[in-house]
């Protein structure tokens, strides 16, 4: 067995582990490991050929092989990062002992003085929602589908039908739409969209795709191959509405019905889990419950900007290579983050209040359903930290604020983020 030790040990190399390798790597750590399961670096995004990434991150409008790129470009830059593809993690103990799997060397046993955990998100399937009806060919996840079309040069089929409105499948129905298919329609379980805003208005209205609000399917067709689907409306209990049931010949049925953070080694360590955003529960410094062990991106909670995903992994990989050094301190009082009334979720879900004197925490927040004209407040001690009016809100795209530094004193155990409609009436 092949013995190796690092500083700071990046499970996965995909937007968040790379910025996370890379400011663990300008933040004093000596030795880097990025591992790797895929044969390349740059996760999900080496198939997301669209534009529309970067905005934030690097103030152009980049695509996702572009973005990635950039990012591994800087890793490389770096002799003091080392990366292992076509590596599979085994297990990771408390003492950050992490054994390891690939073709080439075989089994590695690792150890690191910080680990950061940025493993992201897998899609739900035919299985975890349960559509009932025959099993042909022709169900795919959007996700699978999309790396069929743009890397593999396939196309699942010719005539679609996407279930769920989540950004993935609406890409996916332009995407299609491009390369000939017809799209017939896209089905919401929800009142309202799950994806961003302007692409429902890039990939659908553009293109003339019906989306269809408070519907799903209730019957797959077809003996060998997808012939078709039966999809029916919804009450507000998301039950299917008798009498409401109508057919969609076609060969392909997308699924596009949410992600699952990926945390079964955060998981298997005992690690903390917030049970709303399927992730760990992390602090400002993306530090985890278990000293020693970080976490950002989409393993912690799903982001709807990668842009926000690479400044988690950098803030991650700063304070893993400050914990690596000797530099940070897990000691402190700490502040619980309660998302109420109308908002859903908010991460970092502990504030430590012994490392935040000159820096502002930044919270991202997803709120509950859709609000328009509403303001969002934080409050601790009856003390007001945050006030700001948002013209509209919607669970698929994230809310983004800071509290000010100069706020952080007057932080009491417990720091409550609600919305409030105009006249003082709280979020549903």
């Known amino acids: 067995m092949i013995e190796q030790a690092y500083d700071v040990v990046v499970v996965g190399g995909g937007p968040a582990g790379l910025a996370a390798a890379v400011s663990a790597s300008d933040n004093g750590a000596l030795r880097v490991l990025v591992i790797e399961r895929d044969r390349e670096l740059g996760g999900i995004l080496q198939q997301c050929i669209h534009n529309g ?27 003091n990062i080392a990366v292992l593809l076509d590596t599979m993690v085994l297990s990771v103990a408390g003492d950050k002992t992490i054994l390891a799997v690939n073709p080439r060397d075989g089994l590695l046993k690792i150890t690191a003085a910080a680990v950061v955990f940025a493993m992201g998100c897998r899609e739900r399937t035919r299985g975890a929602i349960r559509i009932p009806g025959s099993r042909p060919a022709g169900v795919f996840t959007a996700g699978a589908a999309q790396r069929m079309v743009n890397m593999e040069g396939y196309l699942p089929g010719k005539k679609i039908v996407i279930l769920g409105s989540g950004d993935i499948g609406l890409i996916m129905a332009r995407r299609l739409s491009l390369e000939g298919c017809d799209v017939k329609a896209v089905l919401e379980i929800m009142p309202y969209s799950n994806g961003l805003t302007r692409n429902v208005v890039q990939c659908l209205e553009d293109f003339g795709i019906p989306l269809h609000l408070s519907h799903t399917v209730v019957g797959v067709h077809g003996k060998d191959r997808v012939t078709g689907i039966t999809c029916a409306k919804v009450d507000d209990a998301l039950r299917p509405v008798p009498g409401s049931e109508f057919d969609l010949e076609c060969d392909c ?67 893993a290579a400050r914990h690596a050094c000797g530099l940070s301190s897990s000691v ?15 991460v970092p879900q502990v504030v ?21 004209r509403v303001t969002l407040r934080l409050l601790s001690n009856s003390e007001l930290l945050l006030e700001r009016v948002l013209p509209v809100a919607k669970p698929g795209e994230m809310v983004v604020a800071d509290i000010p530094a100069d706020k952080l004193r007057a932080i009491g155990d417990v720091v409550t983020v609600v919305l409030r409609r105009q006249g003082g009436e709280q979020g549903e």
């Open 332 to 346: 402190g009082r700490l502040a619980r983050i309660m998302a109420s009334d109308g908002v859903r979720t908010a």
């Open 352 to 372: 430590r209040l012994d490392d935040v004197r000159t820096a502002p925490v930044r919270l991202y927040m997803r709120v509950a359903r859709p609000e328009r």
């Open 53 to 79: 990434f970067g905005l934030h991150r690097f103030q152009q409008e980049l695509t996702g092989p572009g973005y990635a790129g950039r990012y591994i470009r800087m890793v490389g830059e770096r002799p």
């Open 253 to 319: 049925l997308l699924l596009s019905v949410g992600l699952i953070p990926e945390n079964e080694l955060s998981g298997d360590l005992g690690i903390e889990m917030d049970g709303l955003t399927g992730g760990p529960v992390v602090d400002q410094l993306r530090q985890t419950s278990l000293p020693g062990f970080f976490a950002a991106g989409n393993v912690v909670h799903v982001h709807d900007l990668v842009d926000f995903v690479s400044e988690e992994g950098e803030t991650a990989g700063k304070y």
